[in-house]
């Protein structure tokens, strides 16, 4: 940890500034994270399946997902790992998977195959995973505003309170970008609220609005496929200048000192 006396995942989110998680798709991301000292690192199911040539929001990174989390489970940050729905519709089905997850926490969204789905199926979903696992920081997913399905104050909000009464420690609305939006969910929601980056807007300026935590997505793995097309394409045309990048030897000696080396 970056601290002499390490923090809950769960304290992390009380700081006084949000709590910005970077979000990985494999090893040598979350590596690259925690060199950058982030003492905590989430998962992006994007970028979990697409490195795996399969579309988000399929179910195709469950067990993709339990082989990243076991082998992140050694770094000295906490991990979370976006989940999709859970893999299954069955609430104990969720919970059974999550039993097996090496993870501070999870994020779980109220949507399969994006289409929204019952709150009420969504909260049993929520209730089994903290019976079973209640040291987990459930964050619950409200996809109103992701989808457009619903995209109103009023609707979310019932959605998300359903979800914290089930035991939600954190509910994560991506897509909700208005202030007037946002001061009205983190003025009505008892737990920590989460949202994507914002273009425009800084950590400060979502932490005037009551945001504690700001998560990448998948930002960091689109941004590495540009990036990595530019580089070749640079090289292509004769551009002489090599960019920054982490050094071999260094993301060498980062790998050696895993235990899954």
């Given amino acids: ?134 040291e987990l920081f459930v964050n619950a997913r409200v996809d109103t505003y992701w989808l457009g399905q619903d995209a109103e104050v009023g609707t979310t909000l019932e959605r998300a309170t359903r979800y914290v009464e089930a035991g939600a420690d954190g509910v994560f609305v991506p897509g909700a970008t208005d202030p007037a939006v946002l001061r009205e969910l983190t003025g009505n929601l008892p737990v920590p609220v989460n949202v994507l980056v914002i273009p425009g807007r800084s950590l400060a300026d979502l932490g005037e609005l009551g945001v504690r935590r700001v998560s990448t997505g998948s930002l960091p793995y689109r941004a590495a496929l540009h990036a990595a097309a530019e580089v070749a394409s640079a090289l292509r045309v004769g551009d002489r200048a090599l960019p920054a990048a982490v050094a071999y030897a260094d993301l060498q000696e980062q790998l050696l000192k895993t235990s899954y080396s």
């Avoid at 399929?58 to 082998?71: E, H, K, Q, S, V």
């Avoid at 969720?94 to 019952?118: F, M, P």
Wanted: net charge negative; glycine share 6%.
């Fill in 1 to 134: 940890m970056a601290s002499s006396t390490p923090r809950t995942f769960h304290e992390l989110h009380h700081d006084r500034a949000p709590l910005l998680l970077p979000n990985a798709w494999d090893v040598s991301s979350a590596l690259t994270f925690l060199a950058a000292g982030f003492e905590a690192i989430g998962t992006t199911s994007l970028g979990v399946a697409a490195s795996r040539g399969r579309p988000d929001a399929g179910r195709a990174t469950r067990d993709a997902n339990l082989a990243l989390a076991r082998a992140l489970s050694g770094l000295p940050c906490h991990i979370s790992v976006d989940i999709e729905d859970g893999y299954d519709d069955d609430p104990e089905r969720v919970a059974d998977y999550v039993a097996g997850l090496d993870a501070a926490g999870v994020n779980i969204e109220d949507s399969t195959a994006e289409r929204l789905v019952s709150p009420q199926v969504h909260a049993a979903k929520v209730a089994a995973v903290k019976e079973r696992r209640p």
